[in-house]
C-alpha cells in the first residue's frame, strides 16, 4: 500500500498520573493536599513571624515622647478595633490593609502581627472548586470569579487524548493562535481570566499544571480548555481544583 497516498493519524495522550479521575478518588486526594497545604502555610507563617521579630529589632517599636506614645495608642487602639470589624464582615482586603498600617508602626506589636497572618490564610484558602475541562471542547467557563491581587492555586488531575491528523507537510499553528508562551503545546491545559466569552478571541492564554500558583492580574471569570486548533475529536478530560478568594 503506497503510504503517501494517505493522511496520517497522530494520537497524543497526556495523563497526569497518581490521581484517578474519578470525583470521589479526587476528594479524597484533595484533603490530603489540603492537609499538607495548611502545614506549608503555618510554615510561612513561621517565616513571616520571624521576619517581623527582625524587623522589630532593627527599628523602635513605641517612641519616646509620652505624647506620642499617646497618640500610637489610640492609633493601634482604634485601626485593630476597624480592623477586627473588617474580619467580622469578611471584608478581608480592608482587614489586612489596617493591620499592615498597624505592623509597619509597630513592627513588634502581636496583635497585628497575628490579624495580619490571620487574614493573610484566610485569603489563599477561602474558596475552593472542582472543575471539569472536556478535551473535546473550546473555552469552558469554570464558574469561578477570580478577584484582581488574589492568589491562586491550581491541582490537576486526569488524563486526556489530542488528535491531530495530517499529511506530510504537518500542521502549521494559526497566527492567531500561537501562544506568546512557547510552553504551551497541542494538548496543554491553558486558561484565561475575562469579563465574558466576548473577550475570549483576543485574551492571552496561560498555561496550567498541577501545583501552578500566580496571583490575578485581573478579576474575571476564570475560563479553561486544551490548546489545539480543531477540538472536535479529542478525548477525555482533567479535573481542576482551584483555590483562592472567589469574587461575585
Known amino acids: 500500500m503506497n503510504p503517501f497516498g494517505r493522511s496520517w493519524l497522530i494520537i497524543i495522550t497526556l495523563s497526569i498520573a497518581g490521581w484517578a479521575t474519578g470525583p470521589t478518588a479526587f476528594a479524597q486526594t484533595a484533603r490530603a493536599k489540603m492537609q499538607k497545604q495548611m ?30 506614645q499617646s497618640l500610637h495608642r489610640e492609633f493601634i487602639t482604634k485601626t485593630e478595633k476597624l480592623a477586627m470589624e473588617y474580619e467580622r464582615k469578611k471584608q478581608f482586603d480592608q482587614a489586612r490593609e489596617a493591620y499592615q498600617s498597624i505592623v509597619r508602626l509597630v513592627p513588634d506589636y502581636a496583635g497585628g502581627n497575628q490579624g495580619l497572618a490571620r487574614v493573610l490564610t484566610y485569603q489563599t484558602s477561602q474558596d475552593r472548586k472542582i472543575v471539569k475541562v472536556l478535551a473535546d471542547q473550546t473555552w469552558q467557563d469554570s464558574g469561578v470569579v477570580l478577584t484582581a491581587g488574589m492568589p491562586v492555586k491550581v491541582e490537576v488531575k486526569g488524563v486526556w487524548k489530542v488528535v491531530i491528523e495530517s499529511g506530510a507537510e504537518g500542521i502549521d499553528i494559526p497566527k492567531d493562535m500561537r501562544p506568546h508562551d512557547d510552553r504551551i503545546r497541542f494538548g496543554t491545559l491553558i486558561a484565561t481570566i475575562v469579563s465574558g466569552p466576548s473577550e475570549l478571541a483576543e485574551a492571552k492564554p496561560m498555561r496550567l499544571e498541577s501545583g501552578t500558583e500566580f496571583v490575578a492580574n485581573n478579576s474575571g471569570k476564570l475560563y479553561m480548555r486544551m490548546f489545539d486548533i480543531e477540538p472536535n475529536d479529542n478525548e477525555g478530560e482533567l479535573l481542576v481544583l482551584i483555590q483562592s478568594t472567589f469574587g461575585k
Open 39 to 68: 502545614q506549608q502555610v503555618e510554615q510561612q507563617q513561621e517565616a513571616m513571624q520571624r521576619k517581623l521579630r527582625q524587623i522589630a529589632t532593627s527599628e523602635s517599636g513605641m517612641p519616646d515622647d509620652p505624647q506620642l
